[in-house]
């Protein structure tokens, strides 16, 4: 299986500030790169998916980049509501394997 | 509106046998292109997929655990059935369903989650 290596577990932000959270691939997984925000009780929430696509309704603040084995998702002005759990997951397979998740918390 | 609800027994002995089921809404599987997939989280670890079942019936399973799993649909209900055989006290986890599109292959909406708990 693919692994995926998302860094930082967890950090501390500001409102307003510039997030950065990145996602290695064990191999290359071309584009096929995407994201998600999770927050206790609620279902998981596709933010950007193939990398840089952004999913409709979805702020235009969250933006991915990246190919091949690197990958990044950032939040450009931090909002409240944007405090919670972020994964990354690889859809290259069928068998799709995912990051271990990064949470943002208030400093 | 696309919506998917898991739904299941909160506690299983172990060497029983887990059946889960996703039922949704806003979508139908008998739609060219559309899957829902099982995935489980672990306390403190990383998302696991499970297995996938498609419109036209095709299915797919992790290969760590593809010999106690099965997969079926009822498109007239708008349900996907998992079944998982011989639980052990690891398969304790939150288990979503999603959608997926099969061209794409990535889940873009999910339920928020069954929690299962495997102990005697």
Known sequence: ?107 | QVTLKESGPALVKPTQTLTLTCTFSGFSLSTSGMGVSWIRQPPGKALEWLARIDWDDDKFYSTSLKTRLKISKDTSKNEVVLTMTNIDPVDTGTYYCARVHTTGNYPDYWGQGALVTASS
């Not at chain 1, 307003?16 to 064990?26: F, H, K, L, N, P």
């Not at chain 1, 091949?68 to 450009?76: A, K, N, Q």
């Not at chain 1, 409240?80 to 208030?106: H, I, L, M, N, R």
């Open chain 1, 1 to 107: 299986d693919i692994q995926m290596t998302q860094s930082p577990s967890s950090l501390s932000a500001s409102v307003g500030d510039r997030v950065t959270i990145t996602c290695r691939a064990s191999q290359t997984i071309s584009k096929y790169l995407n994201w998600y925000q999770h927050k206790a009780g609620e279902a998981p929430r596709l933010l950007i998916y193939a990398t840089s696509s952004l999913q409709s309704g979805v702020p235009s603040r969250f933006s991915g980049s990246g190919s091949g084995t690197d990958f990044t998702l950032t939040i450009s002005g931090l909002q409240p509501e944007d405090f919670a759990y972020y994964f990354c997951q690889q859809s290259y397979s069928t068998s799709w394997t995912f990051g271990q998740g990064t949470k943002v918390e208030f400093k």
